[in-house]
């Protein structure tokens, strides 16, 4: 049983690989993720604000007595509670990568373009394998348009891609206003893969003390269709890398990505909740499913089931909106 697959140039046994999280933080999970099985360790993000944080202090240690940082350096509030500052993340990136011997992608978290993203070069440097940049934009600016929301992404690809040698993802939100189009436009760029999608954290009012509450739930494959329908949209249209994260569990929904037509799955909420040995568990109900069915490969499978393949490209669209609810009943 032929499991293997190429993500960002790449070529790995399989395409289970731990996604960013808590979990790469710890260097004895970290060496249990290897010897489970993980085709590759993506490490949790370093933010944007941490990174700027950083050098407005560095501005005002050198210009101490210069009263127009103080507005900038109250921006970023007390306590945010980072688990590694910038010069920890890079040292920790260090330990890692002598830590195991598989592919270890570092993480960008931002966005806005500057001077935040030559830390890209910095984890190339500290020996990541590649870098996954993680745009994260919650849009409440009226002023700020879709499309300068866009071009600002487009931007920072080309401001990391033209400090790096390493290769590139970008792990998106699916809340673009024409999404296959714009993944088109950051291919033409030059990306070397993305990542579908990035889950954002919910929010709650808690009303007897008038506060604003943050709320993350782990996710189930109750959320993986969104991500199938995004994948089999954008694989006919570029030949890059393509990794499915969020909502991905089981073997079987390792079999639907693929077939949408992605190369990689990235696993983070399975592995919070039931531990590294779960991707070996999975890895083994994969290769049971494809004997089954008698699939010899998954290159064979990869995109079998995307919008140019299937009789019925509108499954994915409309007219089975329509459908469902049409013949919806309580």
Request: glycine fraction near 6%.
């Amino acid at each position: 049983m032929d499991l293997r697959t190429t993500y960002l140039g790449m070529t790995l046994p399989h395409p289970i690989m731990a996604g960013a999280s808590p979990l790469s933080d710890d260097m004895d999970t970290v060496r249990q993720l290897e010897d489970a099985g993980s085709a590759a360790i993506v490490l949790r993000s370093l933010f944007e604000e941490q990174i700027v944080s950083e050098q407005v202090t560095e501005m005002l240690y050198r210009d101490a007595n210069n009263e127009s940082f103080a507005e900038a350096a109250s921006y970023f509030p007390d306590g945010m509670g980072f688990v590694f500052g910038p010069d920890e993340y890079l040292n920790h990136l260090r330990r890692v990568k002598e830590a195991v011997r598989i592919p270890v992608i570092a993480s960008l978290n931002g966005s806005t373009p500057g001077g935040w993203l030559s830390y890209g070069r910095l984890m190339e440097q500290g020996g990541a394998d590649a870098l996954e940049l993680n745009v994260f934009h919650i849009p409440l600016d009226p002023r700020k348009s879709s499309a300068e929301i866009e071009r600002e992404t487009v931007v920072m690809v080309r401001e990391i891609k033209s400090s790096v040698g390493i290769p590139v993802a970008v792990k998106l939100s699916p809340f673009y206003t024409s999404f296959v189009h714009f993944a088109v436009e950051l291919d033409r760029e030059g990306v070397d893969g993305l990542v579908l999608f990035n889950r954002f954290y919910n929010v709650d009012i808690d009303v007897q003390e008038l506060e604003v509450t943050r709320v993350l739930d782990l996710s189930t494959s109750a959320e993986l269709p969104l991500r199938l329908r995004a994948i089999a949209a954008v694989a006919p249209q570029i030949k890059k890398s393509l990794a499915v994260t969020g909502g991905v569990h089981t073997a079987l929904d390792i079999v639907k990505s693929t077939m949408a037509g992605a190369h990689a799955t990235q696993m983070v909420s399975a592995l919070l909740k039931n531990g590294p040995g779960h991707l070996t568990a999975v890895r083994t109900d994969l290769e049971a499913w494809m004997e089954e069915n008698e699939w010899p490969s998954l290159v064979e499978m990869r995109g079998n089931m995307s919008v140019d393949r299937i009789p019925n490209p509108q499954a994915y669209a409309r007219a089975n909106y329509m459908r469902m609810l049409q013949n919806w009943r309580a």
